[in-house]
């Protein structure tokens, strides 16, 4: 089955700074990546997602590359801000028919000091 | 809210317990899962269930016991559990499963003494 494997487990940022968390995957079958944010006594929530005909996406200050290839794939956020600490989740699934199995890395608790 | 509902939020079971966990979903999803979140393995899938048939439940203990009645609910059934299967669980759902965004549950608070 898949396994997703995600570093660092902790980053620790200035304000303003970028922060990058880099996942790989081993099922070469998967093609679909979320990133999901998970703040204290909270539930976990989507904040992007890439499928593997997409090389890179951006939604503001937070953009996601994949290299299918090297299977990896990798969460920047630029500016960071403090409301930005959380734990971050790679995550790797396979798309199209009833497949259903959305393999989350171990996290990255992110910490960003004013 | 993300329109997935789990009860009860928090749960205090003895090793000879039975309890279930439930969770509900009134988004029009046809995938549903179980996760565990512990500090040692953050988001571990349990089961997943696909147009109310289970697909994966990764090699969980049989004292975990899942039900898919229908498309909009999902149920834990739990007996003789360990301490260590104290631990954060979560319910999602996703439109289909696979290639949508997960819709997470609050989560059941299980401590296990």
């Known amino acids: 089955g898949e396994n997703v494997e995600q570093h660092p487990s902790t980053l620790s940022v200035q304000e303003g700074d970028s922060a990058v968390i880099k996942c790989t995957y081993s099922?070469?079958?998967?093609?679909?990546f979320p990133w999901y944010k998970q703040e204290l006594g909270k539930r976990p929530q989507l904040i992007i997602d890439?499928?593997?005909?997409?090389g890179e996406k951006k939604d503001q200050r937070i953009a996601v590359t994949l290299n299918k290839t090297a299977k990896h794939f990798s969460l920047h956020i630029t500016e960071t801000q403090p409301e930005d600490s959380a734990v971050y989740f790679c995550?790797?699934?396979?798309?199209?028919?009833?497949?259903?199995?959305?393999?989350f890395g171990k996290g990255t608790k992110l910490s960003v000091k004013p | 809210e993300t329109g997935v509902t789990q009860t009860p939020r928090h749960l205090v079971m003895g090793m000879t317990n039975k309890k279930s966990l439930k969770c509900e979903q009134h988004?029009?999803?046809?995938?549903m899962y179980w996760y565990k979140q512990s500090a040692k393995k953050p988001l571990e899938l349990m089961f997943v269930?696909?147009?109310?048939?289970?697909?994966e439940n990764n090699s969980v203990p049989s004292r975990f016991s899942p039900e898919c009645p229908n498309s909009s609910h999902l149920f834990l059934h739990l007996h003789t559990l360990q301490p260590e299967d104290s631990a954060l669980y979560l319910c999602?759902?996703?439109?289909?499963?696979?290639?949508?965004?997960?819709?997470f549950g609050q989560g059941t608070r299980l401590t296990v003494v």
């Open positions: 999602a759902s996703s439109l289909h499963g696979g290639d949508a965004e997960a819709f």
């Open positions: 099922d070469s079958a998967s093609n679909y």
């Open positions: 890439i499928r593997s005909n997409v």
């Open positions: 995550a790797a699934s396979i798309y199209g028919g009833s497949q259903g199995n959305l393999i």
């Open positions: 988004l029009g999803h046809n995938a």
């Open positions: 269930y696909s147009l109310e048939e289970r697909v």
